[in-house]
């Protein structure tokens, strides 16, 4: 049995923004993969060829589906857009989707959320729908983790509401507490050395992007492109590390096991 099956009760997941990333981790232990574009803005909805290969040469594939940087209070056509590429990443081969949609008030915007959430189950009825951090920005995000439910979502990718995952470890375990059934992914500055004390606090999944900035291919003059391009060594692209993948499941196996040993009380 390989290492990323053999600790059933806690899962991996990274975030990567290509089919090579997805292969990367995929052999150096995920269990699963978050496809996405534009790491550097939080995350955005990969091109459905991307879908399609990542799909075809990695583990099982979440799609991000976040049509626009910025806040999560989406209008009616923006609604509709990101529903339509939930349909069209479920049909390029993603196992599941990352949504997430708040009002201005920071509530969960429950309307929009059952628009995705239908649109996932009319185009695939077995296919996971996970929140994503756009909890971290609600008013009251445990409050928000215990409405999921009614919505047909049983995951949450969250940081606690803090800038770090292991900062948000109270809220964390609040939110475990809030919804015994809900599968609660740590993410956000998620390092290896962090994975024991976030299963602790009651994180059923870890997720990291496990990225380092690509080495700039170009041999001639450099000119910023956009607001983001302040200079020529930072105007790159992320690539997956895949040592820190597979650090990341070691750290995650061995703190699997020693909760299971704990559970049986085995001395370790």
Partial sequence: MSAA???ASASLEIAV?????ARTARERGADRVELCTGLELGGLTPSTAAVEAAAESGPPV????????????????EVALMAAEVRTALRAGARGV?????????ALDTDALAALVGAARDTDPAAQVT???????ASDPVNAVAALPGLGINRVLTSGGAPTAIEGSAVLAAMAAANPGLDVAAGGGVRPGD??????????????????RATPR????????????????????FLTDGDVVAAARRALDVAAAGRREAARGTPR
């Fill in 62 to 77: 979440h799609v991000l589906v976040r049509c626009r940087p910025g806040d999560f209070v989406y209008d009616a056509e």
């Fill in 98 to 106: 990352v949504v997430g949609a708040l009002t201005p008030d920071g």
């Fill in 195 to 212: 994975i024991a004390g976030l299963l602790a606090a009651g994180a059923t999944s870890v997720h990291l992007s496990a990225k380092t």
């Fill in 17 to 21: 923004v290509s089919p090579a990333g």
């Fill in 131 to 137: 929140l994503h951090r756009a909890v971290d920005q």
């Fill in 218 to 237: 170009r041999a001639a003059g450099w000119v910023p492109l956009g607001a983001g391009g302040t200079s020529a060594d930072d105007d790159t692209h």
């Fill in 5 to 7: 099956l053999s600790s």
